[in-house]
């Protein structure tokens, strides 16, 4: 048996590996973080509950790869404070994120999470790391749908310019 032919979690992480894994780290940090402060600016009900799944969401990655780090002994990124409540209305309208804002936002950040987590899936030598980022990879996919649905329900989806070409119509 070779050293990466037993039990992955008793196989050492490679560099690639602590460096993705610590940086996705780092970035689940600060989007929670932003996805608490958007919770203030957030008027649209559906669009709270979105947000509020994804802070679930990160808060969850967020928990298993501080466990996998520490378990094989690399520092942990610093955590940004929790965000206070805050009523929208005391947000003035010209310092407020709108909620179209809010959730480009968010499926840019979906999108991001996506390829990361694919191509980090991609370098990985641990199955255990891979099948992590795969679970993590399932839930993006499954947040970025609805999301996608809630952008086309209320109209704040703004497509690229559409190509109805046909061969037939030249």
Known sequence: MGILSGNPTDE????GEVFSTWSFLLTAKGLVAGYQTHL??????????????AINGGQQEIK?????????????????????????EDIPI??????????????????QGLVTCSSIIGQCVREDIAMMFGQFHLQKAALAAKV???????????????H????EDC
């Open 12 to 15: 050492p992480m490679h560099y």
């Open 40 to 53: 203030n600016h957030t008027g649209d009900e559906d669009l709270y509950k979105l947000l509020e799944e």
């Open 64 to 88: 298993q790869i501080e466990t996998l780090l520490k378990e094989n002994g690399v520092g942990l990124p610093p955590t940004p404070p929790e965000r206070p409540k805050a009523c929208l």
């Open 94 to 111: 010209g310092a407020r994120f709108q909620d179209p804002e809010i959730a480009a936002a968010l499926s840019m950040h979906i999108a």
């Open 148 to 162: 996608l649905r809630l952008n086309k329900e209320k109209g704040w989806l703004v497509p690229p310019p559409l």
């Open 164 to 167: 109805h070409y046909k061969a």
